[in-house]
């Protein structure tokens, strides 16, 4: 077998250790700086209501460990699923789509702590709007590489007709790209001026559309396909 044949059967995984080292890093330093900084007693931001004010806080232990844990446990995750999944010479051609997933869960995971800390010592960084901002370009990420991914069980729509077809995983994966790209412009466009719940409206409307949409979509598509 070639050098080229193995390395296309296996997926190249160090951009996104590369990555989720970087947000250890990154997450342990904000942690470090917000315990020095921060008094003792401080409540330090945990969850956001729809109106875009915290609801839950906690300790300085609690909050300045879980997202850098959270970070952790994100990297062995993606760093050894490939290695349990079948079609693993799919799952490397849809590496795009995994890596994607997985470095902008970092990013929006980092930035997360970074903001809460921040406001915790004294900020008022619009986290909320932050959140739905980075979610956003996510989507559109994602849609940009969904329509690249071959039949795979680990990323792209994934449902038991899609993984029977190769046709209906194409036309439902190319389904799901428009519309993750849609929402995230949308979303983009919108972060830092709607209403917080017009915002969630359209986060939470984007999202089922570009979920259900492709799944029921997937279906048909599999019907139609008289190759399978």
Request: charged share 15%.
């Amino acid at each position: 077998m070639t050098e080229n044949a193995v390395t296309e059967d296996r997926l190249n995984t160090r951009p996104g250790v590369i990555a989720t080292a970087a947000a250890l890093l990154l997450s342990a330093g904000i942690s470090v700086w917000g315990w020095t900084t921060l008094p003792d007693g401080a409540r330090i931001p945990m969850h956001w209501g729809i109106s875009g004010e915290a609801d839950r806080f906690g300790g300085k232990t609690e909050a300045l460990l879980t997202l850098p844990l959270i970070i952790l446990a994100l990297g062995l995750f993606f760093v050894l699923s490939p290695r349990l999944m079948p079609r693993r010479r799919n799952v490397a051609r849809s590496r795009h789509v995994y890596l994607a997933s997985w470095i902008g869960t970092l990013v929006m995971l980092t930035v997360l702590h970074a903001v809460s800390v921040v406001n915790a010592a004294g900020g008022d960084l619009p986290v909320v709007r932050i959140v739905v901002a980075l979610v956003g370009a996510l989507f559109l990420v994602l849609g940009n590489y969904l329509p690249k991914s071959r039949s795979n069980w680990i990323a792209g729509v994934r449902t038991p007709w899609t993984l029977d077809s190769d046709l209906a995983w194409r036309r439902a994966n190319r389904l799901a790209g428009f519309l993750f790209a849609a929402a995230g412009v949308i979303l983009l466009a919108t972060a830092f001026v709607l209403p917080l719940p017009a915002l969630f409206a359209i986060l939470l409307t984007g999202a089922a559309v570009s979920g259900i949409g492709p799944v029921v979509y997937s279906w048909w598509a599999w019907r139609t396909d008289t190759g399978r």
